[in-house]
Each structure stands twice: as C-alpha cells, then as structure tokens.
C-alpha cells in the first residue's frame, strides 16, 4: 500500500522556522522525484520545491528561494523541507508529492498535507 505522511505542521510566528517531513511506503522511492506543494486557501496548488530521485539536484519557486531548503533520504524513504524566516504569505497546506523516473513513470503519488500557519 501506497503512502505519503506529512508531518511538522503547526502554528509558527513571522520570521520563525518549521520543518516538514514526509515519510513514503510502498513503492520505489528511490526511483521518484519527490516534491513539495502547498496550497492557500482559496488559490490553486503551487510547487514550492522538488529534488530528483538521487538527491542531486533541486529547485525552487522563487517565492521560496533562499528561504527553504529540501532534502531526501533514500535510506530511510523520507524527504524535508526545511522552512526558515517564514511569512504570513507561506500560510498553507503543504503536500508531498512523488512522481516517477526510469523505470517507474507510471507512479505519480499524493499525502494528504499538514497546515503550516504563519501568523502571531
């Protein structure tokens, strides 16, 4: 069975730091780009950052840029997203995405998200 978890959500002040982490199960995930996308409330859901399958290479909206930082753990089937000098504006539900390399193209998995809230 295929699953995405997120986790790390929360309440946290301007200028504070959050780290979100998602832990996957059930298919190759060393074979998936793994990504972060958020969605604010009543606006379409946005990538906000995504890292290849290795690990070695990544990118970010620019909205995001210089402020967070993704990570992934192949050992352990996990990817971070590191949040720092958060702003109201980052105030969103944040989801894990998985989508497959060679040989795997057909996976294209969601989590169900976790709320970050950035507000005093």
């Known amino acids: 069975q295929v699953q995405l978890v997120e986790s790390g959500g929360g309440l946290v002040q301007p200028g504070g730091s959050l780290r979100l982490s998602c832990a996957a199960s059930?298919?190759?995930?060393?074979?998936?780009?793994m990504s972060w996308y958020r969605q604010a409330p009543g606006k379409e859901r946005e990538l906000v950052a995504a890292i290849s399958s290795r690990g070695t290479g990544t990118d970010y909206s620019d909205s995001v840029k210089g402020r967070f930082t993704i990570s992934r753990d192949n050992a352990q089937n996990t990817v971070d997203l590191q949040m720092n000098s958060l702003k109201p504006d980052d105030t969103a539900v944040y989801y894990c995405?998985?989508?497959?390399?060679?040989?795997?193209?057909?996976?294209?998995?969601w989590g169900k998200g976790t709320l970050v809230t950035v507000a005093l």
């Open positions: 995405k998985a989508r497959g390399v060679a040989p795997y193209y057909g996976m294209d998995y």
């Open positions: 059930g298919f190759a995930f060393s074979y998936a780009t």
